[in-house]
C-alpha cells in the first residue's frame, strides 16, 4: 500500500528544456499557419473568379451601352470606360483583390452614371429603349429582390407605369427621372448588402479554418474540448445564414463565435502545453532514474486527466510511485508515495516526528541526476510535514548508489 501523504518536488526546465517546450509551441503554430494559408489561398482564388465575372460582366455592359450612345454626346466618355474596365489587372493577392473590388465598385458606379445620362439623352429621340436602358444596370444583379424587396417593388410599379406613358410628352421625363434614381438607388443598396454579405462569409471562413486546426491539434494529442460538437453545429448553422438574408443576426452570430473560437483556442493550447510539459518530465525522469539506482517498471506508465502516473523499483523490488503533475501555468510538481516500510517515528521535544532518510537520500539523488536531465528540482518536501524541505543534495553525486535498510 503506497503512503497516502506524498513527498514531492517543485520542478522547473533549463534553458535548454524551455527552448525544446517553445519548439513544440512554434511548430504547434506553425502547422496551424499552413493549414489556414491553404484555405486563404483557396479563398483567394475563388474571390479572384468572381471579380473575373463581374469585370467581364462590365466589360460586356460597357460595349453594349458604346454601341447603343453612338451618335451621343457620351460616347466618347462611355469608350473611355469601357477601355479602362479592360485594362483592369488580375489581381494576385488579397490586397490586389480588395483593390480590384474598389475600382470595379467605381466603375460600376460611373456605368450607372453614363446608363443614365445617354437614357435620359434618348428620351429626347426614342422613349422605348430609354425605358429599357434605365433598367439595364439590373440585368444580372444577384440576388436584388431577396436583398433590397423595398427597391425591387418601387422599380416594377415605376417601370410599368413609365412603359405605359411612353409617347406621353407630359408626364414621361419626369417618371424616366423618377425610374433612373430608383434603380441608382437600387444599385447602391444591393451592392452595400452584397458586400457587407461576402464579409460576413469570410469572416466565417477563417473562423471556421481557425477552429479546425485547434480542434485537429486536440484530437491528435488526445485531449477532449469542452462544446466541440456544439461549436461544429454552430459553424454549420453559420454557413446556413448565407442564403438566409438576415445580415444583422449573422453579424452578431460571428462575433460570438469568434469569442468561442478564441475562448477555445486558448484553453487547448494551454491543455497542449501542459501535455507538453508532462511528456518532457516523463522524459527526463526516466533516464535519470536508473542513473539514482532505480529501475523504471515496464509498462507502468498511466495517463489521467491532471497527471501522469508510473513506478520506479528500489533494488529490493519496493516500489515507488511517481505523479507528475503540469499546473495551468508553468508550475510543474513530481510527487512520490512508497510503501512506508522505511518511515521511521521519533519523539522529539517538540512532538512525534517521522523520517524517511532512505528513500528521501534515493530521491535527493535522482534529483541531482534530474537537473543533468535539464529539469530542476527545489528539494523535497513531505505534504503535511511543516518546516523548510531537504535541500538538493548535490554531494550524493559523490556517494555510491546503494540501497541498504541495514543502518546502524
Known amino acids: 500500500m503506497m503512503s497516502g501523504s506524498p513527498k514531492y518536488t517543485t520542478v522547473d526546465f533549463d534553458a535548454a528544456r524551455r527552448a525544446e517546450l517553445e519548439a513544440a509551441r512554434r511548430r504547434r503554430q506553425e502547422e496551424?499557419?499552413?493549414?489556414?494559408?491553404?484555405?486563404?489561398?483557396q479563398r483567394l482564388a475563388a474571390g479572384v473568379r468572381a471579380a473575373d465575372v463581374r469585370r467581364d460582366a462590365l466589360a460586356t455592359r460597357l460595349r453594349q451601352l458604346a454601341d447603343t450612345s453612338r451618335g451621343l454626346p457620351q460616347h466618347a466618355r462611355v469608350t473611355v470606360e469601357a477601355d479602362r474596365v479592360a485594362g483592369l489587372r488580375r489581381p494576385t493577392d488579397e490586397a490586389g483583390?480588395?483593390?480590384?473590388?474598389?475600382?470595379?465598385?467605381?466603375?460600376?458606379?460611373?456605368?450607372?452614371?453614363l446608363t443614365a445620362e445617354v437614357s435620359?439623352?434618348?428620351?429626347?429621340?426614342?422613349?422605348?429603349r430609354a425605358v429599357e436602358l434605365a433598367v439595364a444596370p439590373l440585368r444580372g444583379l444577384a440576388d436584388a429582390e431577396q436583398l433590397d424587396p423595398v427597391g425591387h417593388r418601387t422599380i416594377a410599379v415605376l417601370l410599368?407605369?413609365?412603359?405605359r406613358r411612353a409617347g406621353d410628352p407630359r408626364g414621361f421625363a419626369d417618371l424616366h427621372r423618377r425610374l433612373g434614381e430608383a434603380v441608382g438607388a437600387h444599385l447602391e443598396t444591393v451592392r452595400d448588402r452584397q458586400a457587407h454579405l461576402l464579409r460576413l462569409a469570410t469572416e466565417t471562413d477563417e473562423l471556421s479554418a481557425q477552429l479546425s486546426a485547434v480542434l485537429a491539434d486536440a484530437e491528435a494529442a488526445g485531449v477532449a474540448v469542452d462544446g466541440e460538437a456544439e461549436l461544429r453545429a454552430e459553424v454549420t448553422g453559420l454557413r446556413r445564414e448565407a442564403a438566409g438574408g438576415n445580415a444583422d443576426r449573422w453579424e452578431r452570430r460571428v462575433a460570438d463565435l469568434r469569442g468561442r473560437v478564441e475562448a477555445v483556442t486558448a484553453a487547448t493550447d494551454a491543455r497542449l502545453d501542459q501535455l507538453e510539459r508532462v511528456a518532457?518530465?516523463?522524459?527526463?525522469?526516466?533516464a535519470a532514474l536508473p542513473a539514482a539506482?532505480?529501475?523504471?517498471?515496464?509498462?507502468?506508465l498511466t495517463e489521467r486527466p491532471d497527471a501522469v502516473v508510473f513506478l520506479a523499483e528500489r533494488a529490493d523490488g519496493s516500489a515507488i510511485e511517481l505523479t507528475v503533475h503540469a499546473g495551468d501555468g508553468d508550475g510543474n510538481r513530481l510527487e512520490y508515495r512508497t510503501d512506508g516500510s522505511d518511515t521511521v517515528v521519533e519523539r522529539t521535544v517538540d512532538g512525534r516526528t517521522s523520517r524517511c532518510d532512505l528513500t528521501e537520500e534515493l530521491l535527493e539523488r535522482f534529483h541531482v541526476e534530474l537537473a543533468g536531465q535539464g529539469v530542476e528540482a527545489d528539494g523535497l518536501h513531505w505534504e503535511g510535514k511543516p518546516g523548510e524541505p531537504r535541500p538538493p543534495a548535490r554531494q550524493a553525486l559523490t556517494r555510491p548508489v546503494h540501497d541498504d535498510r541495514s543502518r546502524s
Open 280 to 286: 518532457l518530465i516523463v522524459e527526463a525522469a526516466s
Open 32 to 41: 496551424r499557419r499552413r493549414r489556414r494559408e491553404e484555405q486563404r489561398q
Open 97 to 113: 483583390l480588395s483593390r480590384l473590388g474598389r475600382e470595379l465598385r467605381g466603375a460600376e458606379r460611373r456605368a450607372d452614371e
Open 160 to 163: 410599368d407605369e413609365t412603359r
Open 293 to 300: 539506482g532505480l529501475r523504471v517498471v515496464p509498462d507502468s
Open 120 to 128: 435620359q439623352e434618348l428620351t429626347r429621340q426614342e422613349q422605348g
